[in-house]
């Protein structure tokens, strides 16, 4: 059984930051590629940031470019998020997601594209 939590969200201010976590069990974490993805009241589902297995690549998106850091530490099972300089408009529910490394030749940054999911953490910037 795959199973991931996501934990450290929160309520904080307009330019402050967060940490969220990404417990994974039931696998072997090292060989999948992990991402984060959020969802906005209203909205659809959208990438934010992704990690190879080994962690020698990352990709994000754009607006989160210099802003989010994504990390992970295989020997503890998890996937982190920082998130730095936060704006009202990254409040969502945010979800960590996971798929084999052997789906390479398929999108990371398309929600779709991932096999196991997180119940997601709340995520709330005030200004």
């Known amino acids: 059984q795959v199973h991931l939590v996501e934990s450290g969200g929160g309520l904080v201010q307009a330019g402050g930051s967060l940490r969220l976590s990404c417990a994974v069990s039931?696998?072997?974490?090292?060989?999948?590629?992990s991402g984060w993805f959020r969802q906005a009241p209203g909205k659809e589902r959208e990438f934010v940031v992704a990690?190879?297995?080994?962690?020698?690549?990352?990709y994000s998106a754009s607006p989160e470019k210099g802003r989010f850091t994504i990390s992970r530490d295989n020997a503890k099972n998890t996937v982190y998020l920082q998130m730095n300089s936060l704006k009202p408009e990254d409040s969502a529910v945010y979800y960590c997601?996971?798929?084999?490394?052997?789906?390479?030749?398929?999108?990371?940054?398309?929600?779709?594209?991932?096999?196991?999911w997180g119940q997601g953490t709340q995520v709330t910037v005030s200004s």
């Open positions: 039931g696998r072997t974490f090292s060989t999948y590629v």
């Open positions: 990690i190879t297995a080994s962690g020698g690549s990352i």
């Open positions: 997601a996971a798929r084999p490394i052997t789906w390479y030749s398929r999108s990371v940054y398309d929600p779709k594209e991932y096999e196991y």
